[in-house]
T-cell receptor, first 114, second 112 residues
Framework: DTGVSQNPRHKITKRGQNVTFRCDPI?????LYWYRQTLGQGPEFLTY????????KSRLLSDRFSAERPKGSFSTLEIQRTEQGDSAMYLC????????????FGSGTRLTVV | TQLLEQSPQFLSIQEGENLTVYCNSS?????LQWYRQEPGEGPVLLVT?????EVKKLKRLTFQFGDARKDSSLHITAAQPGDTGLYLC????????????FGKGTSLLVTP
């Protein structure tokens, strides 16, 4: 297993466009998380899945943000009608159920909205 | 309000010096983790501490979990340029059951 894979690594989009990011977690891990990180800040939790079930989504930043994990494998994070304030690094991580096993993060997708 | 407060926010030292980074909260954590992040990459797990008062050593890095499980520290002995990076503490609040909360991080620069 090569770790958590995120695509694309970089995305530049015009304001108002929709964007979708993909995350392929470590196959043995049950949980998958999405975080957002802006400059000078630590990662901010957005949502997470346990297998295919999305167990927490109240922290998604607005109704323009949505995430899916069909069949409990890869996950996608979609942002509709992007705004300049959405510019950030979007990080995906996976883990076993117990949080104290620690997270394995992907390299992230850097989104720039122009 | 940040759940985990890290200090200092920035630290610039010379190779060979020692340093300590602190992570404090008013909440009790089931576990607390330290990550290191390089520019343009995701955080990489360094250690997890689970038991109050626990001390873990990883080569020149020493991690301590407070007795009350509300705080932690990271001490680096004889820092090297390769230690440069953003150090993040993260914890899962006891009873919350799901996601890690991260501090803002301490940005460390070690110059030769």
């Amino acid at each position: 297993d090569t770790g958590v894979s995120q695509n694309p690594r970089h995305k530049i989009t015009k304001r108002g466009q929709n964007v979708t990011f993909r995350c392929d977690p470590i196959s043995e891990h049950n949980r998958l998380y999405w975080y957002r990180q802006t400059l000078g800040q630590g990662p901010e939790f957005l949502t997470y899945f346990q297998n295919e079930a999305q167990l927490e989504k109240s922290r998604l930043l607005s109704d323009r943000f949505s995430a899916e994990r069909p069949k409990g494998s890869f996950s996608t994070l979609e942002i509709q009608r992007t705004e300049q304030g959405d510019s950030a690094m979007y990080l995906c991580a996976s883990s076993f159920i117990a949080a104290n096993y620690g997270y394995t993060f992907g390299s992230g997708t850097r989104l720039t909205v122009v | 309000t940040q759940l985990l407060e890290q200090s200092p926010q920035f630290l610039s030292i010379q190779e060979g010096e020692n340093l300590t980074v602190y992570c404090n909260s008013s909440s009790v954590f089931s576990s607390l983790q330290w990550y290191r992040q390089e520019p343009g990459e995701g955080p990489v797990l360094l250690v997890t501490v689970v038991t109050g008062g626990e001390v873990k050593k990883l080569k020149r890095l020493t991690f301590q979990f407070g007795d009350a499980r509300k705080d932690s520290s990271l001490h680096i002995t004889a820092a090297q340029p390769g230690d440069t990076g953003l150090y993040l503490c993260a914890g899962d609040v006891m009873g919350s059951g799901y996601a890690l909360n991260f501090g803002k991080g301490t940005s460390l620069l070690v110059t030769p």
